[in-house]
Every structure is written in structure tokens, then in C-alpha cells.
Nanobody
């Protein structure tokens, strides 16, 4: 079974840092684009950052300059380094991979269950 597992969430003070990780497990042939989304209380889910297989990155304006997305293709893992955190960054963060498993004929989108990030003093 192919699945994604996030880790690294928690409580941090404004101005602090956290590093999220998302790892894929199972029999996988390839992972295309990886991305982080988040959903704050009472708000719709929004895209935070994406990284392509070649390492091309894209960020939402709200996190540009503070967050850094990265990936390790050999480890099937994606990271999100979050610096200068603000209370408005409080949300559940979800990872999403476009995956081709060894038994699949086409790529499918997989989502993690989410990890909670709380920025508060």
C-alpha cells in the first residue's frame, strides 16, 4: 500500500521555526510534483508551495521568503522549512504527491493526513 506520512508539526512562538517532512512508503516507480497545502480554522485549503521532480519551486505570496520547500528523490521525501512563523501560519499542513506506483497504469494524487502547526505565544 502506498501512503504518505507527515511529521514535524507542533507549537512554536511567533518568529520561530519548524521543519515539516512528508515521506512516501510502498512500491513506487516515480514521484512527479510534490506540494504542501494548508487549511487554517474556518478557511479553505490553500496551496503553500510546490517542487517539481527537477527541483523547480513555487511559493504562495504569503510564505515567499520565509518558507523553503525541498525534496530528496532517493528517500521519497519532501520537506518544508518554515522560518519567521506568524500566528496566521497556524493551520493543518497537508502533503500531496503525484505518484506512479509499480502496480498502477497512471499517476495518482496521494494526500497525507496532515500535521498541525500552531504559532502562538
Amino acid at each position: 500500500q502506498v501512503q504518505l506520512v507527515e511529521s514535524g508539526g507542533g507549537l512554536v512562538q511567533p518568529g520561530g521555526s519548524l521543519r515539516l517532512s512528508c515521506a512516501a512508503s510502498g512500491s513506487i516507480t516515480d514521484i512527479n510534483t510534490m506540494q504542501w497545502d494548508r487549511q487554517a480554522p474556518g478557511k479553505e485549503r490553500e496551496l503553500v508551495a510546490t517542487v517539481t521532480r527537477r527541483g523547480v519551486t513555487n511559493y504562495s505570496d504569503s510564505v515567499k521568503g520565509r518558507f523553503t520547500i525541498g525534496r530528496d528523490n532517493a528517500r521519497k521525501t519532501m520537506y518544508l522549512q518554515m522560518n519567521s512563523l506568524k500566528p496566521e501560519d497556524t493551520a493543518i499542513y497537508y502533503c500531496n504527491f503525484r505518484v506512479l506506483a509499480t502496480t498502477w497504469r497512471a499517476y495518482q494524487e496521494l494526500w497525507g493526513r496532515g500535521t498541525l502547526v500552531t504559532v502562538s505565544s
